[in-house]
């Protein structure tokens, strides 16, 4: 009997291995040291592909494909250690369900990557998050110059399929755009 991806995953995290997989909507594989496992998702602190921590990605379980140790793992860890990188303590963020893992997200960072694969592979979503109910949440989006969308826009949170925070890019909009101008909901 094979294992499931959730029984790897923790396999993966009580153990701190470095693991490798990829997403059914992404042409290119993740590495990172899986920090929390939910129900439907998990927390990923992201090794770059310039072998350099990057921020958290939460991906739906059943979107990974091909999990499994990083077979380049003693030189990915040994040159994080080398630049003095260190896999810090994990933000606490909630995966047991989709809206908890928003709010937390939103509680311990000031912006959060929205993915809706599904329905736009190619694009993703960078801002505040506002109002979560049952069935949707709200985002005040950040343009790529770092200036603040107006109004927050709502979407389905069964539309999600990743949620990214805390990365490089994130950092880089929000020390331009700083906190916006006033939060209509």
């Known amino acids: 009997m094979s294992e ?7 396999k993966a995290m009580r153990e701190r291995q470095l693991v490798r997989f ?3 909507f992404q042409g290119h594989e993740s590495h990172g040291y899986v920090q929390a496992v939910g129900t439907r ?17 939460c991906f739906r379980i059943d979107d990974i494909r091909a999990l499994r140790q990083d077979p380049y793992a003693a030189f990915m860890e ?6 003095g990188e260190k896999l810090g303590r994990a933000p606490h963020i909630d995966v047991s369900d989709i809206g908890k893992l928003l709010r937390s997200a939103a509680k311990a960072f000031p912006l959060v990557t929205i993915h809706i694969e599904m329905i ?6 960078i801002g ?4 979560v109910g049952g069935w949707s949440f709200s985002l005040r989006a950040i343009r790529p110059d770092g200036s603040w969308e107006s109004d927050y826009t709502p979407y389905r949170l ?5 949620v990214d925070f805390g990365a490089d890019y994130e950092d880089a909009l929000y020390l331009v755009g700083g906190e916006p101008e006033s939060h209509r909901q």
């Open 158 to 162: 069964s539309s999600i399929t990743r």
């Open 4 to 10: 499931t991806s959730s029984t790897r995953l923790r």
């Open 22 to 24: 990829r997403s059914r």
């Open 128 to 131: 505040r998050v506002g109002d």
């Open 78 to 83: 040994a040159a994080l250690k080398k630049r």
């Open 41 to 57: 998702f998990f927390l990923l602190a992201l090794v770059s592909d310039r072998i350099r921590l990057d921020g958290y990605e």
């Open 120 to 125: 736009a592979p190619e694009v993703c979503y």
